[in-house]
């Protein structure tokens, strides 16, 4: 008999992108996308940060004042569509933890993904997510909320058990 308590692929890329979110060194939010073929083949990961050579010891992590992170950090979907150094992405799902913003949603129509799941919708009254709704809405992008049959994935390093 097989094992039957596997999890779903979407709880798998899901994972992934949260997994992906943990090497952010971002203080407050950390972001991941897991961009995934028609075949549920991964094609990239991303995750919010800085741009290569911009180091994240000497730029901004700071959300208020004068010097904040927002001009520099690359969001986790940008970074996983810039990842794929060229593959094409065309009719993929991105799977994301938190709802994409407006910026990267035009990178996500440009590039071609077909759809959008989700864990978080936290600034859904925002200007900048209703834009994004309604741009990847007009360009037939599918939205997603990812509603997990499971709280909690526990990785394990211990092989030798």
Known sequence: MKRTDYI???EYFMGVALLAAKRSKDPNTQV???IVDANNVILT???NGFPTGCSDDEFPWDREGENTKYPYVVHAELNAILNASGKSLRGSRLYVAL???NECSKAIIQSGISEVVYLSDKYADTPAT???KLMLTAAGVKLTRFCPETQEIV???RVDK
């Open 99 to 101: 709802f994409p913003c």
């Open 32 to 34: 991941g996308a897991c």
């Open 130 to 132: 209703k834009a994004s």
């Open 8 to 10: 779903s692929w979407d």
């Open 155 to 157: 990785l394990d390093f």
């Open 45 to 47: 990961t991303g995750y």
